[in-house]
């Protein structure tokens, strides 16, 4: 064979041999490679079926991504066993418009091969008992869902579950005794449901259970001291319960617990147990009614970092043991009955500390100066205590100090300049106490961080100093104070949110705001004696929500510009010299957030169209109670050392006259929706539109000029409270539909023309009878007045329609006695006359 042949021949066996080895690597990949089972496809149809498409995003349901010409291992959501092509792992999400509820001859039944089994979303109806038929299933997710009813007890017979995750749906009934037999669970969360009833004892057979989530449900009794033989366990959140009694000595055991969360149950002792178990991190006792003393006890714990025991009534010093624990951030025992002075020990500089709060307790004496030592602290409330005398120098060195409240102490003398130059101090709260003085010359540092400062009621009689407008703040507190002179220009520079200056004695004119468009949300500058007219740049106050100014001396026309800002909810423009019409075809837009209006005691004038409040839209809303806390609130974005709070807030508050009493509203209900007209000079009839304000729950028009009837729409106000219609020129009939309105328990109708018969309900039966006073007409108050059908004259200072009454009384008693004698002479003659031919008239009659 020539050379040339021979390259021929090993070129011709070298292509042979490619072709030959080509499908190898597959082969070797995946020797045992299976395509989904034609009976597991079927079921995963059948349950794509169960799941229907109502949602303009595809991707909010899992089954919408099958795509059925590929094998159905590949698709989303759905993992097969490598060799035999059996659905073992299945994940699906639901969040399509509708409800998708689970049957008992649903497909996913049909897959008896799954290990793992997720599924979340708008799922509803009650989990079916055929859960109890996949018995291969080791980890089991239904947490995110809508089912309700009760967990059924077949879930027991899933032998080789090692995670149960039940939490966040609707789920009632008692936790059924039969998980028990679960012995290889190691993780259980039935959190965020309704379950009631005992934790059943058969849980302490979960002798591998490292997880254990009960929190948030209703369940009650006292804790099974089985739970002690759980001695993997690391975490247990039992939170927002009812249980009570003892903590089990049985905790004991749990020597792996690193977090326990207790939190808002009944519980009232053996938590000295918890000084055995030292590798604790996390204990949580807050909102029970635990009443020891137990902190010497709990000086052993080093693995601790966070003790949160607020809201209980833990009694004794003030806890100097806890402190020098080398592990601990976190101390929280607001709310409790510890008592005696501070104490901070020898306490080394060394140590973590960061958040202290032992607030609304009995400590008394001073702040010691050895608080420098907690040279880690970010956080320190000491407020809601008995703390006097100055507050101590030292205090400085906590140059990592975030947030400061020292507030409802009897603190006093200057306030530390120290706050004015921290690069890192963000709030500082030091209302209610006995502060006097600034100091002389005040360093406000280039890098202070201070953004929140409250310093309401205390005793500071001097001008608000110009300096403060160096600070960055967002939310300014210098309420309930003495301050004098007039409100620095220099504050329109700042980005505030809120700011509170009520009840001081400034002067002077109302300072610009909103020139730059910042966010201010709450603006109080009521109770002072500041004139002149609202500035017009407050239109640019877009976020305003809050805006109370009564109690001045502003001489301007209604602001209609104000029905611009479309958050305004609480307006007060009261007991100020406002003057001319509220209404104007061209300027009038209506307050369509406002929740709160108090215009009274000023000088308007004028009438209102029938449609005025027509375009009150959120006087007639429904709260839900979506937007909790229940308080209408000033809300910040604040970072603390462990975490991120969204919503730390101050509390707008307004006076009132609340049921007949001038009412300071310290903290406003979301809810509590009202509007005071009174001491106007209104006049024309009530708008029949005021009907439409169906969820006011005060209103007062007292003291005006209205006339005509009062409108049968207010009959559709079903939480009115109080009703105030007093000293008008109301005639006609009290609608009988005002009777019906259960919540009524103020009303006054007094000096008006109102006549016809008063309702003859609980609600006006129990008012006092000068609420009807000056009313002639009105008749039907038997039960009300006590002594006759009348309303009783009136004896003290009436309107000037009444003051000829006692003249008009005196003269009718001289024209008596005048006519007494002629009446008598008379009286005699006719009766002679009577007697004489009596026995005449009778004969003639017959």
């Not at 147990?273 to 003393?293: A, W």
């Not at 970010?378 to 006097?388: I, R």
């Not at 002179?485 to 002077?508: D, M, V």
């Not at 805006?547 to 209609?560: A, E, H, S, W």
């Amino acid at each position: 064979m020539t050379r040339g042949q021979s390259y021929y021949f090993l070129g011709i066996v070298t292509i042979y041999f490619f072709f030959c080895l080509l499908p190898l690597p597959n082969t070797f990949a995946s020797p045992t490679r299976s395509q989904c089972r034609r009976d597991q496809r079927d079921a995963l149809l059948e349950l794509q079926k169960e799941f229907p498409i109502h949602s303009n995003n595809m991707n909010s349901v899992t089954t919408v991504l099958w795509n059925t010409s590929v094998d159905c291992c590949s698709w989303h959501g759905v993992k097969c066993d490598a060799n035999l092509g059996k659905v073992i792992s299945l994940h699906l999400y639901s969040f399509s418009t509708v409800n998708t509820s689970l049957k008992s001859s649903s497909g996913l039944f049909k897959l008896r091969h799954l290990r793992r089994l997720g599924l979340s979303g708008n799922l509803q109806g009650e989990i079916p008992s055929s859960f109890g038929n996949l018995l291969n299933l080791t980890s089991l997710d239904l947490s995110n869902c809508n089912f309700h009813g009760e967990i059924p007890s077949a879930i027991g017979n899933l032998s080789n579950l090692k995670f149960l995750g039940l939490s966040h749906n609707q789920l009632v009934g008692e936790i059924p005794s039969t998980i028990g037999n679960l012995s290889h669970l190691a993780s259980l969360d039935l959190s965020h449901n309704q379950l009631v009833g005992e934790i059943p004892s058969s849980i302490g057979n979960f002798f591998r259970l490292t997880y254990l989530d009960l929190s948030n449900n209703q369940l009650e009794g006292e804790v099974p001291a089985s739970i002690g033989n759980l001695n993997q366990l690391e975490s247990m959140p039992l939170w927002a319960n009812h249980l009570r009694g003892n903590i089990p000595t049985s905790f004991a055991n749990l020597t792996k617990l690193s977090e326990l969360k207790l939190l808002e149950n009944q519980f009232t002792g053996g938590d000295i147990v918890l000084s055995n178990l030292t590798s604790l991190s996390i204990i949580d006792l807050s909102s029970n009614h635990f009443k020891s003393s137990i902190f010497p006890y709990l000086s052993g714990l080093h693995n601790l970092e966070r003790f949160f025991g607020d809201d209980n009534s833990f009694v004794g010093p003030f806890p100097s043991s806890l402190l020098p624990n080398p592990s601990l951030i976190t101390i929280t025992l607001s709310q409790n009955k510890l008592e005696g002075a501070i104490d901070f020990g020898n306490t080394s500089s060394s140590y973590r500390l960061e958040s202290l709060n032992v607030g609304d307790n009995n400590l008394d004496g001073l702040i010691p100066e050895s608080i420098s030592t907690l040279v880690n602290l970010k956080e320190l409330d000491l407020s809601h205590n008995n703390l006097g005398g100055r507050v101590p120098r030292s205090i400085s060195k906590l140059v990592n100090l975030n947030s400061m409240d020292l507030s409802y102490n009897k603190l006093e003398g200057q306030v530390p300049q120290c706050f004015w130059r921290s690069s890192k101090l963000d709030f500082v709260d030091l209302s209610h106490n006995s502060f006097n003085d600034f100091g002389k010359s005040v360093e406000v540092f280039d890098g202070a961080s201070l953004t929140r400062l409250y310093l309401s009621s205390n005793t500071l009689q001097v001008p608000i100093p110009h300096w403060i407008c160096k600070l960055s703040l967002s939310a300014l507190d210098l309420s309930n104070n003495q301050f004098i002179g007039s409100i620095p220009q220099c504050l329109k520079s700042l980005n505030f949110q809120n700011l509170n200056l009520r009840n001081n004695s400034l002067t002077g004119i109302l300072p610009d705001l909103c020139i730059n468009g910042n966010q201010l949300g709450s603006l109080d500058i009521s109770g002072n004696n500041l004139v002149g007219k609202l500035p017009k740049s407050w239109i640019y106050c877009s976020e305003m929500e809050f805006l109370n100014v009564r109690r001045n001396k502003i001489k301007d026309t209604f602001p209609f510009w104000l029905g611009r800002l479309p958050q305004l909810k609480v307006l007060g423009l009261g007991s100020n010299a406002f003057y001319g019409p509220i209404y104007n075809a061209s300027a009038y837009l209506g307050f369509p957030s406002l929740r709160i209006m108090d215009i009274s005691n000023n000088n308007f004038v004028g009438s209102l169209t029938q449609d005025y409040f027509a375009n009150w839209t959120e006087m007639s809303l429904v709260w839900n109670g979506s937007d909790v806390p229940n308080y209408m609130m000033f809300r910040y974005t604040a970072h603390t050392s462990d975490y991120m709070i969204v919503g730390y807030s101050a509390y707008n508050s307004i006076d009132l006259v609340y049921k007949g009493v001038d009412t300071d509203f310290a903290r406003i209900f979301k809810d509590f929706k009202a509007i005071d007209f009174s001491g106007n000079r209104f006049s024309g009839h009530i708008p029949g539109s005021i009907g439409l304000m169906s969820e006011l729950r005060l209103l007062n028009l007292s003291g005006n000029a209205f006339t005509g009837n009062i409108p049968p729409s207010m009959t559709n106000m079903k939480n009115l409270e109080t009703l105030d219609l007093s000293r008008n020129n109301l005639s006609g009939e009290i609608p009988q539909g005002l009777g019906k309105l259960t919540f009524l328990s103020n009303i006054n109708f007094s000096y008006n023309h109102l006549e016809g018969l008063v309702p003859q309900s609980t609600q006006f039966k129990s008012q006092n009878c000068s609420s009807f006073m000056g009313n002639s007409g009105l008749y039907g108050l038997e039960e009300i007045c006590r002594e006759s059908h009348h309303v009783p004259a009136p004896t003290s200072q009436q309107p000037e329609e009444l003051f000829s009454e006692p003249d008009e009384l005196v003269l009718n008693w001289i024209a008596a006695a005048i006519a007494f004698g002629p009446g008598v002479f008379c009286g005699l003659v006719i009766g002679y006359i009577f007697t004489s031919y009596k026995h005449e008239w009778f004969i003639l009659s017959r």
